[in-house]
């Protein structure tokens, strides 16, 4: 199965990559400088541009997911809100296909390191009651499924002793599509891309940006074209003409 974006899908979404960068740089002039980094305003700036960066990154990443599930055939994804037993629990992603009627809730996370153990717990407990409680707020949602998985979604790879399966973006396609897992590591590839350039000139010693070979990285090759789509499969991602 392909995944198929239209032009201004996939310029949409390098814009969102943009942003990213830009509403960093835009929160970081509001905050006053760090004491420590008095003699070097910009350092400080720095230090808070890379932390709003690395804050909203894996939010990004989520946000394009849950995008393409969508346009998936029979499937439908979002975040939501559910009742549990303490309260309100936030879902990263629930997504349902309503031809096989399975149900995926899972937890988004970079995954670029390790967890203690308290925050492991914590992710756990959170699950645990958001486990508990799905089958009600599918049954609401007039969703009759066969089958329910709960999981964690680790972008980078990071594992951890959890009692649910954690997934990374090189096995995502197994719960998807082969063309899922295309676009996000496009994706990924992309955004580490134009995080990288956009501050290679800031460091003292010579750094070798990551080439962005991506497809995203070529949209602005082809402005002028019309009617043309980008393709997502398992072997490649191209511009075709509609």
């Known amino acids: 199965m392909c995944l198929r974006l239209t032009y201004s899908e996939g310029l949409l979404w390098k814009k969102e990559s ?4 830009a509403d960093a740089k835009a929160r970081s002039a509001s905050i006053a400088c760090d004491p420590l980094f008095r003699s070097n305003p910009r350092l400080s700036s720095l230090v808070s541009e890379i932390d709003s960066i690395k804050k909203r990154h894996g939010l990004l990443i989520e946000k394009a997911l849950i995008f393409a599930i969508d346009k998936l055939p029979h499937w439908e994804a979002g975040k939501e ?4 037993a303490s309260g309100k629990a936030h879902l990263d992603c629930l ?11 899972f937890e988004c996370k970079r995954g670029h390191g390790s967890f203690d153990g ?13 486990n508990s409680a799905i089958g009600a707020h599918a049954k609401s949602k007039g969703w009759e499924p066969k ?3 709960v999981f964690l979604l680790s972008f980078y790879g990071a594992k ?3 009692s649910y399966p954690i997934y990374d973006r090189h096995n995502i396609a197994k719960l998807f599509e082969p063309c899922i897992g ?3 590591g496009d994706y990924m590839d992309h955004i580490e891309a134009v995080t990288a350039r956009n501050y290679s000139s800031e460091l003292r010693d010579q750094i070798v940006v990551p080439s962005d070979n991506t497809i995203f990285a070529k949209l602005e090759e082809y402005r002028t074209e019309q009617g043309l789509d980008i393709l997502f499969n398992e072997a490649e991602s191209q511009f075709l003409q509609t």
């Open 118 to 130: 308290d925050k492991i717990r914590a992710i756990d407990q959170r699950l645990d009651s958001i």
């Open 18 to 21: 943009a942003k990213l960068l």
């Open 95 to 105: 997504a349902y296909n309503s031809s096989t009627r399975k149900l995926y809730v």
């Open 182 to 184: 295309r676009f996000v």
């Open 81 to 84: 809100k559910i009742k549990v």
């Open 147 to 149: 089958s329910t998985n």
């Open 160 to 162: 951890w002793k959890s």
